[in-house]
T-cell receptor, first 114, second 114 residues
Framework: DAGVIQSPRHEVTEMGQEVTLRCKPI?????LFWYRQTMMRGLELLIY????????DSGMPEDRFSAKMPNASFSTLKIQPSEPRDSAVYFC????????????FGPGTRLTVL | TQLLEQSPQFLSIQEGENLTVYCNSS?????LQWYRQEPGEGPVLLVT?????EVKKLKRLTFQFGDARKDSSLHITAAQPGDTGLYLC??????????????FGQGTTLQVKP
């Protein structure tokens, strides 16, 4: 079975450019989460969706960040304009409601903003 | 704000030693999970504990959920270099039992030297 798929795996861009990160959750999962991980702040929840609807975006740093989930098999996280402090590893995870909501993570996108 | 505090943050030991990692909170959790993350990958679920006082064993790893469901511990016996990684605890708060959201600890970085 395919796990959570993220693309690209690595992204290097210059300050001010737009960055789009992509995620395909596990088929049948109804929750999708976007996290950011840094050494200083650990794993931070940015936003999560349930049945393609954004439920909690209180972790989104500022208006430069936006996320969409147009259908059950695809989500994007966009940063516009990007800044050096956005450099981090961004993870997408999915889970199934009911039970204990174990989350399955993708391999992450390492973003470097120069 | 519900928090999960992990200790220690960093641990460097020799192969064959035993260690314990702690995950504490002032909040009650309906379930608690432990994840391990290796460099360049996303976190992977190790175990879920759901009952106060529950103990689960996974080979050389022993997980315990506190009686009051506010804390948990991970004990590794005879650590091996393959145990090296970031260990994260994550809890499903009782107050958010109808959501898929998990609260993650800051993580414990373990290095096991041969």
């Amino acid at each position: 079975d395919a796990g959570v798929i993220q693309s690209p795996r690595h992204e290097v861009t210059e300050m001010g450019q737009e960055v789009t990160l992509r995620c395909k959750p596990i088929s049948g999962h109804d929750y999708l989460f976007w996290y950011r991980q840094t050494m200083m702040r650990g794993l931070e929840l940015l936003i999560y969706f349930n049945n393609n609807v954004p439920i909690d975006d209180s972790g989104m740093p500022e208006d430069r960040f936006s996320a969409k989930m147009p259908n059950a098999s695809f989500s994007t996280l966009k940063i516009q304009p990007s800044e050096p402090r956005d450099s981090a590893v961004y993870f997408c995870a999915s889970s199934l409601s009911g039970g204990y909501n174990e989350q399955f993570f993708g391999p992450g996108t390492r973003l470097t903003v120069l | 704000t519900q928090l999960l505090e992990q200790s220690p943050q960093f641990l460097s030991i020799q192969e064959g030693e035993n260690l314990t990692v702690y995950c504490n909170s002032s909040s009650v959790f309906s379930s608690l999970q432990w994840y391990r993350q290796e460099p360049g990958e996303g976190p992977v679920l190790l175990v879920t504990v759901v009952t106060g006082g529950e103990v689960k064993k996974l080979k050389r790893l022993t997980f315990q959920f506190g009686d009051a469901r506010k804390d948990s511990s991970l004990h590794i016996t005879a650590a091996q270099p393959g145990d090296t990684g970031l260990y994260l605890c994550a809890g499903k708060a009782v107050s958010s039992s109808n959501t898929g959201k998990l609260i993650f600890g800051q993580g414990t970085t373990l290095q096991v030297k041969p």
